[in-house]
T-cell receptor, first 114, second 114 residues
Framework: NAGVTQTPKFRILKIGQSMTLQCTQDMNHNYMYWYRQDPGMGLKLIYYSVGAGITDKGEVPNGYNVSRSTTEDFPLRLELAAPSQTSVYFC?????????????FGNGTRLTVT | KQEVTQIPAALSVPEGENLVLNCSFTDSAIYNLQWFRQDPGKGLTSLLLIQSSQREQTSGRLNASLDKSSGRSTLYIAASQPGDSATYLCAVRPAETSGSRLTFGEGTQLTVNP
């Protein structure tokens, strides 16, 4: 079982560049999430999706966009990279029908914007 | 707004010691609380999930308790081992959020010395 897979693992961007962080899961989970983790901080929710075609903003959505065209994939788009977006990004997923189901995380994408 | 606090931020213990990690939350209206482990450069791995109706959950040497009325949870690790060294995060799912959004604490960095 692959679980939640994120690519790339590392990326360096220049200010103003754009990129897409990829996330895919093979567990047929309806709910998917994007978090960012800054040093010494907890995880902050950027965007989430409760199913294909449905997305919603989390705590810190500014500067990001998402789409959910399939159940498996939930890419995160940075349009105009800024130094404040330097962080580690985690994608996660869980089953929708089981209220107590745990969250499954990918291994993260470490992004540096210079 | 739900806030989650973890104390201490860092803990160093000798191998074999029993230890307790603390997690507190400000809003007692929660669906569940989840404990995660994060190894350096890795994603989060779910350890234990406690439903709001439960008092504790056990897995091997780990025991998590929940006192919803006082807004507190503890993670007890028995007979600690160097392999337990990691950052431990707790996260609560508030009852009033859509999409099963979790609020994370900032984590406790545990070092078990051989």
């Amino acid at each position: 079982n692959a679980g939640v897979t994120q690519t790339p693992k590392f990326r360096i961007l220049k200010i103003g560049q754009s990129m897409t962080l990829q996330c895919t899961q093979d567990m047929n989970h309806n709910y998917m999430y994007w978090y960012r983790q800054d040093p010494g901080m907890g995880l902050k929710l950027i965007y989430y999706s409760v199913g294909a075609g449905i997305t919603d903003k989390g705590e810190v959505p500014n500067g990001y966009n998402v789409s959910r065209s399939t159940t498996e994939d939930f890419p995160l788009r940075l349009e105009l990279a800024a130094p404040s977006q330097t962080s580690v990004y985690f994608c996660a997923s869980r089953l929708a029908w089981e209220l107590g189901s745990p969250l499954h995380f990918g291994n993260g994408t470490r992004l540096t914007v210079t | 707004k739900q806030e989650v606090t973890q104390i201490p931020a860092a803990l160093s213990v000798p191998e074999g010691e029993n230890l307790v990690l603390n997690c507190s939350f400000t809003d007692s209206a929660i669906y569940n609380l989840q404990w995660f482990r994060q190894d350096p450069g890795k994603g989060l791995t779910s350890l234990l999930l406690i439903q709001s109706s439960q008092r504790e959950q056990t897995s091997g040497r780990l025991n998590a308790s929940l006192d919803k009325s006082s807004g507190r949870s503890t993670l007890y690790i028995a007979a600690s081992q160097p392999g337990d060294s990691a950052t431990y995060l707790c996260a609560v799912r508030p009852a009033e959020t859509s999409g099963s959004r979790l609020t994370f604490g900032e984590g406790t960095q545990l070092t078990v010395n051989p």
